[in-house]
């Protein structure tokens, strides 16, 4: 049903070659995404022989580090029965204090067949996971990650011209990258700031090509840790992950950390929930503006944080793209419509005006 799309996604998004090796991971969160795997699994073969995938049990949160059978898979039993050894691996699951660099070491020194292409379409996001910051950054895989995704994406937001979302996407990261600080308002009472000093934005454009890229699927924005202690305000949001609001709520930022969430509303109980099991989980830890034409839906934060003009701010774990806090929780909130000022020493820019990217 969807086999001229998947191929698009594996010939234009990741560039798959015959002669490289593919593995595929999916949880079992949702049937139609355990349904899917069949028709990615089919068509990979077309191209490649050297193809296997992890069916694994839900983790039921975005952030976590994927259960051992998916680093067996991946790595081999060599290197991960080490990491058990030493007691290691159990503390990287956990996103427990560990020594990267010993893990990193044995890793490298024991990893068989090391997959060259990764699609992570588990409904629960591995996209800010030391697993791929690992497969990327060491091993040079390149990483498609697809949390929340619905077959319907391949109509819109993954029927771009992704060339044009790339050029987008880097031109903007430049622009945040340059920047030591942002404001961003909405009109739904947002209003915060923060500092972007010393961190390097990153382009998810869609085009996985060279060792190394990684980004979501579908792809389309610019995004940056903010200094973690730096932020100031107030976010309202009106969608949680996955559906819109009853009410909308609003995090109160000090110090970088959500102090206060005010508004009654259910998925309030379950921030505070993450927050009693998860401390660190308060600090922000993305500012990301969507750069997708084709991305509409509002309702699944996959897509809506790709929308063109509009803004997310995440709190959670950051340490795999340029930030500092290791937690086991990952989650972006998008603001419609939105203003955004960013600056230096000497130099502001109003980036975004009701939405219009301004140029």
């Known amino acids: ?18 002669e490289e090796s593919l593995l595929l991971l999916v949880d079992d969160e949702k049937d139609y995404l355990v349904e899917l795997l069949e028709e990615f699994l089919e068509v990979a073969k077309r191209i ?6 992890v069916l694994y049990a839900s983790l039921k949160s975005h952030g976590k580090e994927p259960p051992e059978e998916v680093w067996r898979a991946t790595f081999g039993g060599k290197a991960i029965d080490l990491l058990k050894e030493k007691g290691l691996l159990e503390k990287l699951l956990n996103k427990e204090a560990y020594p990267e660099q010993e893990v990193i070491n044995i890793i490298k020194e024991y990893a068989q067949d090391v997959p060259q292409v990764v699609i992570a379409f588990s409904y629960y996001s591995t996209t800010h996971t030391f697993y791929r910051k690992l497969l990327t950054e060491v091993f040079g895989a390149r990483y ?3 949390p929340l995704f619905d077959p319907d994406m391949f109509e819109g937001p993954m029927s771009v011209d992704w060339n044009l979302v790339s050029r987008l996407s880097s031109d903007i990261a430049d622009i945040l ?12 009472g947002t209003s915060v700031e923060f500092s972007l000093q010393g961190r390097k934005a990153i382009a998810d454009t869609g085009l996985f090509h060279t060792r190394g890229d990684f980004g979501n699927l579908p792809a389309g924005e610019a995004f940056i840790a903010p200094l973690e202690t730096s932020a100031y ?17 609003s995090l109160k ?12 509303e259910p998925y309030r109980y379950t921030l505070e929930d993450v927050f009693k099991k998860y401390e660190n989980a ?3 830890a993305e500012f990301g503006i969507g750069t997708n034409p084709g991305a509409k839906r509002a309702d699944n934060v996959l897509e809506a944080e790709k929308i063109l003009g509009t803004i997310h701010i995440a709190i959670g774990d950051n340490h795999t793209f340029g930030g500092i806090n290791r937690v086991p929780f990952h989650t972006d909130y998008v603001v419609f419509r939105p203003e955004v000022i960013v600056g230096g020493k000497g130099w502001q820019k109003r980036l975004l005006e009701k939405g219009k990217i301004c140029t």
């Open 1 to 18: 049903m969807y086999e001229e799309h998947i191929y698009r996604l594996y010939k234009v998004n990741m560039d798959l070659k015959q």
């Open 48 to 53: 490649t022989t050297k193809v296997r995938y």
């Open 144 to 146: 498609a990650s697809m």
């Open 177 to 188: 990258t340059e920047a030591e600080w942002a404001i961003v308002k909405g009109e739904e």
């Open 233 to 249: 305000g107030k976010l309202v949001i009106t969608y949680g992950p996955d559906r819109r609001l009853e009410r909308p709520i």
């Open 253 to 264: 930022f000090k110090d970088g950390a959500v102090e206060e969430i005010d508004g009654f």
């Open 282 to 284: 308060r600090f922000i």
